[in-house]
């Protein structure tokens, strides 16, 4: 068989707005550590916890007024007055309940390390106390966007009330995590929510259980406007099968559901949509305008079971409730295509995350961490009679009732049932999570994809055009992460980029994303702000001393309008990826002033120094706005190479172009030209430099002539040369990819000449290019 590959496609062109923008899987951090079991204490009045637990009262949402306490390691977080209550559905009604915790009811707008709520389950129908963990890491490790969880001690009122799994709630805030955006309508699917169609008006799924709202809508809640839902599903279930999946890609990531599928089947999550027709959230996300698939809820997996059905050998092709519509597995499924990649995906997923080289160890590590937390546990047993030999045999046998499989025996016998019933497959490359990023035409945009595939290497070309010009190949070469990248300079105007990207096999076999049409970067000028980074050195030898009697970097801040500015919602960055880097301080810029602030990344030193420094070899500075306004891009641009003493501003002040300066002014308006003003001798610009793979070569303007480029070697030994015609240098500049040319890491060289006709050649000011290639 063929090695699986995934590939990350990396293209870095030209200035773009983070339209879609997926980030990456945030990391498990203090709250979700799964490397020890923190402690978290709970604290209510004696007369809310009677209320809490109060007969009669499960099915209430009512949060009471406590102390948290987050105890991991030597760390210690204390928060007053947050909200806490009874959570879930059957387990309401268990001896061992779960509970919400919600730190931002009484304290509007507050957060816990980036969290608004945590769930904590009490896991009451796994007596291994482990299923749902496990399952969380499967769909994370999967790339499918889902709940981080790890396990905790709960105590309320110092009383130890057992083992939990601290489960990451599903909410804007997750979303926005996730997809870079949070603005979109977030559904919360409950039973019967079978995404059948009921109709073309959004009111036709507005229905109700006994519970609330099947597709409860959690966000944009005044607008309650169902009609994104009602038009997905109406795709869904009213196209032809030959026609869906040109209409359904549109609107539905379809390779991250079926990634989850793959997920659902092999851990036996009946629970969810396929089967049982629930626990399941839509997010419509604004970046893509397609609808992402969440799950939730993993407890009934792995064998646990009320229905007297065999999870552990049922067929993989026919998971789904056969005697109810399920459109979205069954429709699916009968696309050729479309099945093909679920096989994929179940293969994958059992020579990796479901395999037994990473799940048993995985097993038998958490089940050593949390055994003794399990032996104090004496509500565990509350429901079902568990003692601690239950809990520690639950790993290896059965125990009876609705436990119908050890946790290890139902691994291995599922893991073998499906390697039987799996069809022989080649698929072509899937292209998936397609997306741009960046903040301005101004400054660098990432177009990125994951590629996978049977083979090693299989072919992506990226195809774009610029403002309805020709469309341009670039044949990506895979680098030493499994990424392909390429870098183009920032653009000099406002532009619309339209894109498109291919990848085939070594069998011919061909995909394309989109599917049909193309991706549309429409690049607007995006501010009228009056605020502009209006000047900064990088390079201060003896131009300027801080507070503390330093020659530090300096950044300068102009405000060009009539009216102050208060600075103390925005931000400073020295990369477009992290736009909360260094917030301003609390002060106010006023009109037609001037503000200077020290990069030197010592805060320390006050609330005028940021904490970044400038690199003198060349990078990008930006002006983000508010976090409520979404980090807008107010301002930024990136500068070359910085001699000593050279300060690299705008003139005139705020809204001219930028360009190196002779005279530097910092808290005055800038005047002057800059070094090649008098000589009109373009400079030689290189981004990033240090550079990991490729690095772009621009001119800070073009010359007239033939134009000679050569990078050599420290020894003087040309690596590469090209020749380019008169007028024909690339405006978005010239790309040098030492990591597809082989060339070992070390210092190059970059000289130009430009012949001119009639004239002496004119030879350039060389750049120094350092190679740092990737480990």
Same mark, same amino acid.
């Given at each position: 068989?063929?090695?699986?590959?995934?590939?990350?496609?990396?293209?870095?062109?030209?200035?773009?707005?983070?339209?879609?923008?997926?980030?990456?899987?945030?990391?498990?951090?203090?709250?979700?550590?799964?490397?020890?079991?923190?402690?978290?204490?709970?604290?209510?009045?004696?007369?809310?916890?009677?209320?809490?637990?109060?007969?009669?009262?499960?099915?209430? !949402?009512?949060?009471?007024?406590?102390?948290?306490?987050?105890?991991?390691?030597?760390?210690?977080?204390?928060?007053?007055?947050?909200?806490?209550?009874?959570?879930?559905?059957?387990?309401?009604?268990?001896?061992?309940?779960?509970?919400?915790?919600?730190?931002?009811?009484?304290?509007?707008?507050?957060?816990?390390?980036? +969290?608004?709520? +945590?769930?904590?389950?009490?896991?009451?129908?796994?007596?291994?106390?482990?299923?749902?963990?496990?399952?969380?890491?499967?769909?994370?490790?999967?790339?499918?966007?889902?709940?981080?969880?790890?396990?905790?001690?709960?105590?309320?009122?110092?009383?130890?009330?057992? +083992?939990?799994?601290?489960?990451?709630?599903?909410?804007?805030?997750?979303?926005?995590?996730?997809?870079?955006?949070?603005?979109?309508?977030? =559904?919360?699917?409950?039973?019967?929510?079978?995404?059948?169609?009921?109709?073309?008006?959004?009111?036709?799924?507005?229905?109700?259980?006994?519970?609330?709202?099947?597709?409860?809508?959690?966000?944009?809640?005044?607008?309650?406007?169902?009609?994104?839902?009602?038009?997905?599903?109406?795709?869904?279930?009213?196209?032809?099968?030959?026609? +869906?999946?040109?209409?359904?890609?549109?609107?539905?990531?379809?390779?991250?559901?079926?990634?989850?599928?793959?997920?659902?089947?092999?851990?036996?999550?009946?629970?969810?949509?396929?089967?049982?027709?629930?626990?399941?959230?839509?997010?419509?996300?604004?970046?893509?305008?397609?609808?992402?698939?969440?799950?939730?809820?993993?407890?009934?997996?792995?064998?646990?079971?009320?229905?007297?059905?065999?999870?552990?050998?049922?067929?993989?092709?026919?998971?789904?409730?056969?005697?109810?519509?399920?459109?979205?597995?069954?429709?699916?499924?009968?696309?050729?295509?479309?099945?093909?990649?679920?096989?994929? =995906?179940?293969?994958?997923?059992?020579?990796?995350?479901?395999?037994?080289?990473?799940?048993?160890?995985?097993?038998?590590?958490? /089940?050593?961490?949390?055994?003794? =937390?399990?032996?104090?546990?004496?509500?565990?047993?509350?429901?079902?009679?568990?003692?601690?030999?239950?809990?520690?045999?639950?790993?290896?046998?059965?125990?009876?009732?609705?436990?119908?499989?050890?946790?290890?025996?139902?691994?291995?016998?599922?893991?073998?049932?499906?390697?039987?019933?799996?069809?022989?497959?080649?698929?072509?490359?899937?292209?998936?999570?397609?997306?741009?990023?960046?903040?301005?035409?101004?400054?660098?945009?990432?177009?990125?994809?994951?590629?996978?595939?049977?083979?090693?290497?299989?072919?992506?070309?990226?195809?774009?055009?610029?403002?309805?010009?020709?469309?341009?190949?670039?044949?990506?070469?895979?680098?030493?992460?499994?990424?392909?990248?390429?870098?183009?300079?920032?653009?000099?105007?406002?532009? /619309?980029?339209?894109?498109?990207?291919?990848?085939?096999?070594?069998?011919?076999?061909?995909?394309?994303?989109?599917?049909?049409?193309?991706?549309?970067?429409?690049?607007?000028?995006?501010?009228?702000?009056?605020?502009?980074?209006?000047?900064?050195?990088?390079?201060?030898?003896?131009?300027?001393?801080?507070?503390?009697?330093?020659?530090?970097?300096?950044?300068?801040?102009?405000?060009?309008?009539?009216?102050?500015?208060?600075?103390?919602?925005?931000?400073?960055?020295?990369?477009?990826?992290?736009?909360?880097?260094?917030?301003?301080?609390?002060?106010?810029?006023?009109?037609?002033?001037?503000?200077?602030?020290?990069?030197? !990344?010592?805060?320390?030193?006050?609330?005028?120094?940021?904490?970044?420094?400038?690199?003198?070899?060349?990078?990008?500075?930006?002006?983000?706005?508010?976090?409520?306004?979404?980090?807008?891009?107010?301002?930024?641009?990136?500068?070359?190479?910085?001699?000593?003493?050279?300060?690299?501003?705008?003139?005139?002040?705020?809204?001219?172009?930028?360009?190196?300066?002779?005279?530097?002014?910092?808290?005055?308006?800038?005047?002057?030209?800059?070094?090649?003003? /008098?000589?009109?001798?373009?400079?030689?610009?290189?981004?990033?430099?240090?550079?990991?793979?490729?690095?772009?070569?621009?001119?800070?303007?073009?010359?007239?002539?033939?134009?000679?480029?050569?990078?050599?070697?420290?020894?003087?030994?040309?690596?590469?040369?090209?020749?380019?015609?008169?007028?024909?240098?690339?405006?978005?500049?010239?790309?040098?990819?030492?990591?597809?040319?082989?060339?070992?890491?070390?210092?190059?060289?970059?000289?130009?000449?430009?012949?001119?006709?009639?004239?002496?050649?004119?030879?350039?000011?060389?750049?120094?290019?350092? =190679?740092?290639?990737?480990?």
């Amino acid at each position: 068989m063929k090695n699986r590959c995934i590939i990350t496609l990396l293209l870095v062109l030209a200035a773009l707005m983070p339209l879609a923008a997926q980030t990456p899987f945030p990391e498990n951090g203090q709250v979700f550590i799964d490397t020890e079991v923190p402690r978290i204490d709970i604290t209510l009045s004696a007369t809310d916890l009677t209320a809490l637990f109060a007969l009669g009262g499960e099915y209430s !949402d009512t949060e009471y007024p406590g102390m948290f306490i987050f105890k991991s390691g030597v760390t210690a977080d204390t928060l007053q007055e947050v909200g806490v209550r009874l959570r879930g559905n059957t387990s309401r009604v268990s001896q061992k309940k779960s509970f919400k915790v919600s730190f931002n009811t009484f304290v509007q707008g507050r957060k816990y390390h980036g +969290l608004e709520k +945590l769930n904590l389950n009490g896991e009451h129908n796994d007596p291994s106390i482990i299923r749902s963990k496990l399952g969380w890491d499967i769909l994370n490790a999967s790339g499918v966007p889902s709940p981080r969880a790890n396990h905790v001690r709960l105590y309320i009122n110092d009383k130890y009330y057992g +083992l939990y799994i601290n489960v990451e709630h599903v909410d804007e805030v997750l979303v926005k995590n996730r997809f870079g955006n949070n603005g979109g309508n977030l =559904y919360k699917c409950l039973y019967p929510a079978d995404l059948t169609y009921k109709g073309s008006s959004g009111s036709a799924y507005q229905g109700t259980n006994s519970a609330g709202r099947i597709y409860d809508l959690k966000t944009n809640v005044a607008a309650d406007d169902y009609t994104d839902l009602a038009n997905f599903i109406g795709i869904l279930n009213n196209s032809s099968i030959t026609e +869906l999946p040109q209409k359904l890609e549109q609107v539905f990531n379809v390779n991250s559901y079926l990634k989850y599928m793959a997920m659902e089947v092999l851990t036996g999550h009946w629970d969810g949509y396929s089967y049982n027709k629930n626990n399941f959230y839509l997010y419509h996300n604004q970046a893509t305008n397609k609808f992402e698939f969440i799950p939730y809820d993993l407890d009934n997996t792995f064998g646990i079971d009320w229905f007297g059905i065999n999870w552990a050998t049922r067929n993989v092709y026919s998971w789904a409730n056969g005697s109810e519509s399920r459109p979205l597995t069954k429709r699916l499924l009968s696309i050729k295509t479309y099945r093909d990649r679920y096989t994929f =995906y179940l293969k994958q997923l059992i020579n990796n995350s479901f395999g037994s080289s990473q799940l048993e160890p995985k097993i038998s590590r958490i /089940k050593g961490m949390i055994t003794p =937390y399990a032996s104090e546990d004496t509500y565990r047993s509350l429901d079902y009679g568990w003692s601690l030999n239950d809990f520690s045999n639950s790993y290896i046998q059965a125990l009876g009732a609705h436990v119908k499989y050890g946790l290890i025996p139902y691994i291995t016998t599922r893991r073998s049932q499906v390697l039987v019933q799996l069809e022989t497959v080649d698929i072509a490359p899937v292209i998936s999570n397609a997306t741009h990023y960046a903040v301005s035409y101004k400054l660098p945009i990432t177009i990125s994809a994951t590629v996978e595939d049977e083979d090693v290497a299989p072919v992506v070309k990226l195809f774009y055009s610029m403002n309805g010009g020709t469309f341009l190949e670039l044949n990506l070469a895979k680098n030493r992460l499994g990424q392909y990248a390429d870098t183009l300079a920032p653009l000099t105007n406002p532009s /619309k980029i339209s894109y498109y990207i291919t990848a085939s096999d070594s069998k011919h076999q061909q995909t394309r994303e989109p599917i049909s049409g193309n991706y549309t970067i429409d690049l607007k000028q995006q501010t009228t702000s009056t605020l502009y980074i209006n000047e900064i050195m990088a390079n201060n030898n003896q131009t300027l001393t801080d507070n503390a009697g330093d020659f530090d970097d300096w950044i300068e801040l102009f405000n060009g309008g009539a009216q102050d500015i208060w600075l103390g919602d925005k931000f400073l960055s020295n990369h477009s990826y992290n736009p909360n880097q260094w917030p301003l301080p609390d002060t106010i810029i006023k009109a037609g002033g001037y503000m200077v602030f020290w990069a030197d !990344d010592n805060e320390i030193q006050g609330k005028m120094h940021t904490s970044f420094k400038l690199n003198k070899e060349g990078e990008e500075i930006i002006l983000f706005d508010s976090e409520e306004n979404g980090y807008r891009f107010i301002d930024g641009f990136m500068f070359p190479h910085m001699d000593n003493d050279i300060s690299y501003g705008k003139l005139p002040n705020g809204t001219g172009p930028v360009m190196l300066m002779n005279s530097p002014t910092p808290g005055t308006a800038n005047v002057g030209g800059g070094p090649n003003s /008098k000589t009109k001798i373009p400079e030689v610009m290189a981004y990033p430099n240090p550079f990991a793979e490729s690095v772009i070569i621009k001119l800070s303007e073009i010359p007239k002539g033939n134009i000679t480029v050569t990078i050599a070697n420290i020894s003087g030994g040309v690596v590469a040369q090209q020749h380019i015609a008169n007028a024909e240098w690339p405006t978005t500049g010239l790309i040098w990819n030492a990591m597809r040319s082989q060339n070992p890491q070390g210092i190059y060289i970059v000289s130009i000449m430009v012949e001119r006709e009639g004239k002496r050649s004119l030879y350039l000011m060389s750049k120094k290019l350092i =190679y740092l290639p990737y480990k």
